[in-house]
């Protein structure tokens, strides 16, 4: 008989975590499992990767619906989770990896056989300039070629500056700069920032004004220099009829899937397929999952025709993530065969 338990874990940034909602001290998850009663000792693992403040998950209620999930699989009846996007993705997850053998492999690919590595970007988190261009120089040094840097937190006149550093150094054939103002633009001055930043050669921005302001963000899609990424607008568009319609009105060139904040991985290829028929870009990113959703992304990923650098992030944001066979060479991650997953002990609880 099929059984389920789950475990919130709270995971420490090793860093001081700005965004332009503010600073992220700490970033709590749960993982959830499921095994067969037959033999309980191999079972399959996701996460449930609740984001806080941006997550149409985010409800006093979340842990009564992972119990009432977790009954309702002990005592196999039915449940509903379509609404819960975290809770999807992590679910989803799990009974991949329980039915690939629960060897933390939801994805079968070449990716983990070791044969195949991903292509990222290198992140530089919001801070003080000097913080920013600290950090720039140091995924430079890495090996990075893609570096994608968080905006609006600053004085954008000082960010502006930063990034005119930046491109002083190193041109566009042989760094590609990427932002994500995280909806910190007005409808005011989005265009008249956008102008200024498009003389530096930038790839794409993310979500230049806060989400749900379609007429604006039509517009700014229509006109603005640098090519326009949405992110946060596809939190809570869930129908493909609705995933359709917000493409055709807004028009972005690019679309940035978070699979545990649009629906888990059914609806991410839905993404990918209405996107991909009007000849819209997109990449993936993580949502600041521990490894266990990390390395479900990544080897959701691996199984895609990937055409630019993605923004998975390297599992290095915390003081306590689970160690796990994702390791960053440059910028290429990829899944040493030689490493083991190792997991701190966990408090499952186990509905009746």
């Not at 630019?308 to 290095?316: D, K, N, S, V, Y």
């Not at 390791?327 to 040493?336: A, F, I, Q």
Request: charged share 25%.
């Amino acid at each position: 008989m099929l059984k389920a338990a789950f475990s919130p874990y709270r995971l420490d940034f090793n860093f001081k975590a700005l965004t332009s909602r503010g600073a992220l001290p700490v970033k709590d998850t749960y993982f959830i499992k499921v095994w067969d009663s037959a033999t309980p000792e191999k079972f399959g693992m996701g996460e449930c990767a609740l984001f806080k403040g941006l997550s149409k998950d985010d409800s006093p209620f979340y842990e009564v619906k992972l119990y009432d999930l977790c009954k309702s699989i002990n005592r196999a009846e039915e449940f509903e989770i379509n609404s819960w996007s975290s809770i999807k993705f992590g679910l989803e997850t799990a009974f991949r990896d329980f039915e690939n053998g629960c060897f933390h492999t939801p994805f079968a690919s070449e990716f983990i056989n070791g044969k195949k590595d991903i292509t990222i970007n290198g992140l530089v988190w919001m801070g003080s300039i000097d913080e920013m261009l600290k950090r720039a120089e140091q995924k430079l040094s890495e090996g990075f070629r893609c570096i994608k840097f968080k905006i609006g937190a600053e004085d954008f006149e000082q960010e502006i500056n930063l990034l005119k550093q930046i491109r002083s150094k190193f041109p566009p054939d042989l760094i590609e700069l990427r932002l994500d103002a995280n909806g910190a633009f007005t409808q005011a001055n989005a265009l008249e920032r956008l102008d200024r930043l498009a003389t530096l050669s930038i790839h794409s921005i993310e979500q230049p004004i806060a989400a749900g302001q379609w007429e604006a963000m039509a517009d700014i899609c229509k006109l603005s220099p640098i090519p326009v990424a949405l992110d946060e607008e596809l939190i809570g568009c869930r129908t493909i009829p609705e995933k359709e319609h917000l493409l055709d009105y807004l028009k972005p060139s690019y679309i940035i899937l978070k699979p545990s904040l649009c629906g888990g991985f059914i609806e991410a290829d839905e993404w990918i397929d209405v996107a991909v028929k009007r000849s819209i870009g997109w990449w993936a990113t993580s949502a600041l999952e521990s490894n266990v959703g990390l390395n479900a992304i990544a080897q959701w990923l691996s199984t895609k025709n990937i055409e630019m650098p993605q923004g998975l992030g390297t599992g290095g944001l915390y003081t306590n993530n689970i160690f796990s066979p994702l390791v960053l060479n440059g910028d290429k991650l990829s899944y040493d065969l030689s490493k083991g997953w190792v997991f701190p002990e966990l408090k499952w609880i186990v509905p009746e």
